[in-house]
């Protein structure tokens, strides 16, 4: 799926409250939507200002079938944004939203 | 919004198998990964082969904030000036400095809060009837700390002691007793200790 795809895919799912928080055992502070410090409406503004430049993919580190998708240096109200998800169907996990 | 039972079956990968598990929705407590503070009690998704969590739903955010807001909150007491003297005191005793105050309160509720034996909570609440527990409160102590307001509220109940100022109060009294006045000697080299590996 191209950049496009992922962002409709993931922006559907962020406004329909339809994802999960990756979770190792804790709770990051690296992902400031799990945790409630920016909202699903922001993650989704700042998603949408993203260009094809800001996206790359790499494979999950230890399932490596699994696309993971992600977003560098997306600016959104002075700041820089990292964000970083992938689709494990039928859910969609977020691991990181930080600036 | 998506909303998870108690109950509910997905799937996700789990960083202690290396793999993707088959997961269940449960009530856990979830740590944070800074070691300071948990939250309790919420729905998780939890790995069926090993236990452990390996997912939040939206739904659970909320109380997650919760608690981060909890853990940034200070815990504070209005205290009278000479509680402050006392602190300083111990602080200056035990380290030649007056930054180790934060660090001595945090050790002693810390301690007395694990029911510890040479920091112990058990007559803790005798010192509020002393005459260095009155005067008027000028001044202010204020602790933060992700475990402090937890721990605060453990000693409440093993003490008796209901309100926070109070806990504080009798805790700097036993500084007092302990640091400067009868001079336990293991207390002082636990804390000196700590004084050399952190300041």
């Known amino acids: 799926m191209g950049f496009k795809k992922e962002k409709y895919e993931v922006l559907k799912r962020l406004l329909l409250g339809n994802y999960l928080h990756e979770a190792r055992s804790s709770i990051s502070e690296k992902n400031l939507l799990q945790t409630g410090k920016v909202s699903a409406e ?58 | 919004m998506k909303i998870y039972k108690v109950g509910d079956t997905s799937k996700a990968v789990c960083y202690t198998c290396k793999a993707v598990k088959p997961t269940t929705f449960k009530l856990r407590d979830i740590p944070f990964s800074d070691g300071e503070g948990v939250v309790k009690n919420v729905i998780a998704g939890v790995c069926d082969a090993c236990g452990e969590v390996v997912a939040t739903p939206p739904q659970s955010t909320p109380s997650i904030k919760k608690v981060i807001e909890e853990k940034r909150k200070p815990v504070e007491a209005r205290v009278p000036a000479h509680m402050i003297d006392i602190l300083n005191c111990a602080s200056y005793e035990l380290s030649g400095t007056v930054d180790f105050v934060p660090t001595i309160l945090k050790f002693y509720i810390h301690k007395m809060s694990s029911n510890d034996k040479v920091v112990s909570p058990s007559k803790l609440q005798l010192f509020l009837g002393s005459e260095l527990a009155t005067g008027k409160k000028v001044k202010r102590i204020s602790i933060k700390g992700g475990k402090i307001l937890q721990d605060i509220n453990t000693l409440k109940g093993l003490t008796k002691i209901e309100s926070t100022t109070d806990i504080i109060k009798s805790v700097v009294l036993k500084i007092n007793n302990d640091i400067l006045t009868k001079k336990n000697k293991r207390v002082i080299k636990q804390l000196k200790d700590v004084a050399a590996s952190t300041l």
């Open chain 1, 42 to 99: 922001t993650v989704a503004k700042i998603i949408n200002k993203a260009r094809g430049g800001d996206y790359s993919t790499s494979p999950h580190h230890f399932v490596d079938n699994i696309e993971v998708h992600i977003l560098r240096k997306v600016t959104y109200e002075n700041k820089s944004w990292y964000i970083k998800w992938y689709s494990l169907e039928p859910d969609l996990f977020f691991i990181s939203v930080h600036a």
